[in-house]
């Protein structure tokens, strides 16, 4: 079983930053993919991004992209979301994926999930 751990949400200004970061642990296994996905109260959990096992691919969903990078670090196990010019609408829960199908753009359908981290953006 893998375990994820996101860390890095926190209260932020309108334009500021923050970088999410998820460590996973446990039965791991080289060549899978990782993301980012987020769910805000009373509303469906929608994809963020995702990158390939290598890192050497990535897509993101509209509203953030230009704004936020998805990155790997070399072993692979660790990913991060750096967010910049934040926006009130960014407020979320966001949960780290690993593993499961990606088929590029918004098609990832992960197989393990972080418990979520907070991302409250101040107007």
């Known amino acids: 079983q893998v375990q994820l751990v996101e860390s890095g949400g926190g209260l932020v200004q309108t334009g500021g930053s923050l970088r999410l970061s998820c460590a996973a642990s446990g039965r791991t296994w080289p060549n899978y993919p990782m993301g980012w996905f987020r769910q805000d109260s009373g509303k469906e959990r929608e994809f963020v991004a995702a990158?390939?096992?290598?890192?050497?691919?990535?897509s993101y969903a509209d509203s953030v992209k230009g704004r936020f990078t998805i990155s790997r670090d070399n072993g692979g196990d660790t990913v991060f979301l750096q967010m910049n010019r934040l926006k009130p609408e960014d407020t979320a829960v966001y949960y780290c994926a690993a593993d499961g199908e990606y088929a590029g753009g918004s098609d990832y359908y992960p197989t393990f999930w972080g418990q979520g981290t907070q991302v409250t953006v101040s107007s």
């Open positions: 990158v390939t096992w290598s890192g050497d691919s990535a």
